[in-house]
């Protein structure tokens, strides 16, 4: 029997929906969803297997100017999704007309693989719109294969995916099968508490906060977890853990909930918070944070 393997890379602007359907095509939410920009900073990848088949989606961060280190970084995983995709899926939403980088824009353009272009969130449009933006993309990224979906409500992702499966190249499994993810637990315990944050707080808050695991220990019955939130400054210490800490148990009781589920197991979770100045822009600090690999 043959097999087919490869690398789906998934880009666009920010906010376009690319979290919402890898996670559709993976059965899992390894990426994180909220309606505020910019939530995805690292290139997370999960893996569908099949009998004949394993699809590498790689989410990538939203396409922005970079304003300072971190955002650099962030954009250094959108390039390394270029360099190893063997199908490029570019998304984009009924009232856009172009990506933010026009040197990336150029790259869709002249990309020598499939690239799927797939404009989301249709629900919130109207037949006629999408009509005239099929025509648009059309004109305007003639390599592509255009569909329209709802990553939210499910709409025409299995199209896409089964024409994912016809262009895939034929190659050996890249990871074993039972495998999900390349990311490691600690990975998705960060995203879990950074995901509240986004939820529950505004303004630059949650843009400034990092999060580092110190302690993962994990037995028949428990995962016991000790993280530390990271703020840039010490009025940000202060908003995050809020008038008696009830907004800081807020973001460890929700968090724990869902790592409940992700694992399959009870949690304990400690929350701490520090400042840790200027951390976006340390080159250092960054490459402990995973950028800047």
Known sequence: MKHKAGFVNIIGNPNVGKSTLMNAFIGERLSIITSKAQTTRHRILGIVNGDDFQILFSDTPGIIKPAYELQVSMMDFVKSAFEDADVLIYMVEPGEKELKDEQFFNKIKNAKIP????????????????????LYWK??????????????ENFNIEAVFNRILEILPESPAFYPKDQLTDKPERFFVNEAIREK???????????????????????DKIIKIRSVIMVERETQK????????????????????????????????????????????????????????
């Open 115 to 134: 690239v799927l272009l797939i404009i989301n969130k249709i629900d919130t449009s109207t037949q006629e719109v999408i009509e005239e933006k099929v």
């Open 139 to 152: 004109n305007k990224v003639p390599n592509a294969e255009i569909f329209v979906i709802s990553a939210l």
């Open 197 to 219: 944050i986004l939820l529950h707080y505004k303004k630059e808050i949650p843009y400034s906060v990092e999060i580092d695991t110190e302690e993962f220990f994990e037995s």
């Open 238 to 293: 202060g908003i995050i853990i809020g008038h008696k800490g009830a907004p800081l148990k807020r973001v460890g009781t929700e968090a724990r909930k869902d790592l409940e589920k992700f694992f399959n197991k009870k949690i304990h979770l400690e929350l701490y918070v520090k400042v840790n100045k200027d951390w976006r822009n340390d080159k250092r600090q960054l490459r402990r944070f995973g950028y800047n690999d």
